[in-house]
């Protein structure tokens, strides 16, 4: 049975409508990621579960309960901000006890759970300080803390480590995975940085405009993205597009602009390819095989137009025809700026969409 389900959920604030017939069903334990960009409605989705946002239609169950009308407090749900949230007047350990005095728990019963709270986090060494005494790293410690102390089913998290720098992000990221694996508690995780995504997520649900564009493990929407916007908006640098033409469907024969002609040898498709339906084949920027290549392996020919050198591996960016590709390399040696280059790219790697419709085939 799901854990937590959205069922037909629509959200519309005023005319516009933000959400529209959106299920989703998590598993329990499970930790999920909700990634897309700006203002495709990850915010508004989470909300929908905390109960801090009315939808409009559709319903949201949290184990067997239906609590699409539940108040937030009663859904057995915690949830953590980017902002922290945290009351400026009250130190560590009453920020973290502030929710259980209010609903009248014995006082023993709260210092118990504050305690354990302090303990996982290990933020022992601040009880006594204010927010305004803490690193943000900390102060969003202590908020996590004060969904820990709740004891809830679900954690609901929305973009707790924007606020960050990068070092802090990847220590508290790896705090979050071990919090996961210890308590096993469902988690629900929004972000657009694809780092965490990828890190953190059992599934992750791809977003575009309101509507999950593929609900499956990092691993699969990484490498077999569903349609063209996945492929695209998953990855750094992007997966690189070719153009191409069908030229024959039994063999997944394909002609490029540039005339020539070639098998997709090993690419696993389930729809029938048409004669003549144009498609891109997407390459991750990893992917090509620069030098002696593998029996299979379809040759492009470039020219390099910018050699990058971020440290352990370099980017070289280069000319296919009209197209810009980027090919990573381990070694960055021997590499200049307008010398051709060939590449290599081995079918069962690519992805291959239609250019119309975008779904992969
Ligand atoms: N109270 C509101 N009134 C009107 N429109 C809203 C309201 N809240 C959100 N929206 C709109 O709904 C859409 C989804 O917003 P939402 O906050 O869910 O996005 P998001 O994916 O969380 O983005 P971000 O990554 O920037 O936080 C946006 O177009 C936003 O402008
Ligand atoms: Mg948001």
């Given at each position: 049975m799901a854990v937590v389900q959205a069922k037909n959920v629509s959200v519309a604030f005023g005319a516009v409508?933000?959400?529209?017939a959106l299920n989703l069903d998590i598993a329990e334990g499970e930790f999920i990621v909700l990634l897309?960009?700006?203002?495709?409605?990850k915010s508004t989705l989470l909300n929908c579960i905390a109960g801090l946002q009315e939808i409009a239609e559709g319903e949201i169950w949290i184990g067997a309960d239906?609590?699409?009308?539940?108040?937030p407090k009663d859904r057995g749900v915690g949830m953590v901000f980017q902002s922290y949230a945290?009351?400026?007047?009250?130190t560590v350990r009453e920020n973290l006890s502030f929710g259980l005095r209010m609903s009248k728990m014995p006082k023993a019963e709260i210092e118990a759970r504050v305690k354990r709270a302090v303990e996982i986090l290990q933020i022992g060494a601040l009880?006594?300080?204010?927010?305004?005494?803490?690193?943000g790293g900390q102060r969003q410690r202590v908020a996590i803390g004060r969904a820990l102390v709740r004891d809830v089913d679900v954690f609901l998290f929305d973009?707790?480590?924007?606020?960050?720098?990068a070092k802090l992000r990847t220590e508290l990221r790896v705090e979050i995975k071990k919090l996961h694996q210890d308590l096993g508690s469902t988690m629900i995780y929004v972000t657009h940085d694809q780092i965490e995504a990828m890190t953190l997520a059992d599934r992750i649900a791809v977003m575009n405009k309101g509507v999950i564009q593929q609900f499956a493990a990092p691993k699969d929407v990484y490498?077999?993205?569903?349609n063209r916007f996945v492929a695209g908006f998953v990855g750094s640098p992007s997966m690189n597009f070719l153009k191409a033409k069908v030229a024959d469907g039994a063999s997944l024969e394909v002609a490029t602009p540039d005339g020539r002609r070639f098998p997709l040898q090993g690419y696993a498709t389930a729809a029938p390819w048409r004669v003549g339906q144009e498609i891109e084949i997407g390459i991750r920027p990893e992917h090509w095989v620069v030098g002696t290549a593998p029996s299979g392996a379809v040759p492009v020919e470039a020219t390099i137009t910018v050699v990058e050198h971020t440290g352990p591996e370099a980017l070289l960016w280069a000319r296919v025809g009209d197209t810009t590709i980027s090919v990573k390399v381990a070694?960055?040696?021997?590499y200049e700026e307008g010398q051709a280059l060939r590449v290599h790219f081995l079918p069962a790697q690519a992805s291959v969409f239609d250019l119309a419709t975008g779904e992969r085939l």
């Amino acid at each position: 049975m799901a854990v937590v389900q959205a069922k037909n959920v629509s959200v519309a604030f005023g005319a516009v409508t933000v959400i529209e017939a959106l299920n989703l069903d998590i598993a329990e334990g499970e930790f999920i990621v909700l990634l897309g960009a700006s203002g495709c409605g990850k915010s508004t989705l989470l909300n929908c579960i905390a109960g801090l946002q009315e939808i409009a239609e559709g319903e949201i169950w949290i184990g067997a309960d239906n609590v699409t009308w539940a108040e937030p407090k009663d859904r057995g749900v915690g949830m953590v901000f980017q902002s922290y949230a945290l009351y400026p007047r009250m130190t560590v350990r009453e920020n973290l006890s502030f929710g259980l005095r209010m609903s009248k728990m014995p006082k023993a019963e709260i210092e118990a759970r504050v305690k354990r709270a302090v303990e996982i986090l290990q933020i022992g060494a601040l009880l006594d300080r204010r927010p305004s005494e803490l690193s943000g790293g900390q102060r969003q410690r202590v908020a996590i803390g004060r969904a820990l102390v709740r004891d809830v089913d679900v954690f609901l998290f929305d973009e707790p480590l924007s606020n960050l720098d990068a070092k802090l992000r990847t220590e508290l990221r790896v705090e979050i995975k071990k919090l996961h694996q210890d308590l096993g508690s469902t988690m629900i995780y929004v972000t657009h940085d694809q780092i965490e995504a990828m890190t953190l997520a059992d599934r992750i649900a791809v977003m575009n405009k309101g509507v999950i564009q593929q609900f499956a493990a990092p691993k699969d929407v990484y490498m077999r993205p569903a349609n063209r916007f996945v492929a695209g908006f998953v990855g750094s640098p992007s997966m690189n597009f070719l153009k191409a033409k069908v030229a024959d469907g039994a063999s997944l024969e394909v002609a490029t602009p540039d005339g020539r002609r070639f098998p997709l040898q090993g690419y696993a498709t389930a729809a029938p390819w048409r004669v003549g339906q144009e498609i891109e084949i997407g390459i991750r920027p990893e992917h090509w095989v620069v030098g002696t290549a593998p029996s299979g392996a379809v040759p492009v020919e470039a020219t390099i137009t910018v050699v990058e050198h971020t440290g352990p591996e370099a980017l070289l960016w280069a000319r296919v025809g009209d197209t810009t590709i980027s090919v990573k390399v381990a070694d960055d040696s021997g590499y200049e700026e307008g010398q051709a280059l060939r590449v290599h790219f081995l079918p069962a790697q690519a992805s291959v969409f239609d250019l119309a419709t975008g779904e992969r085939l």
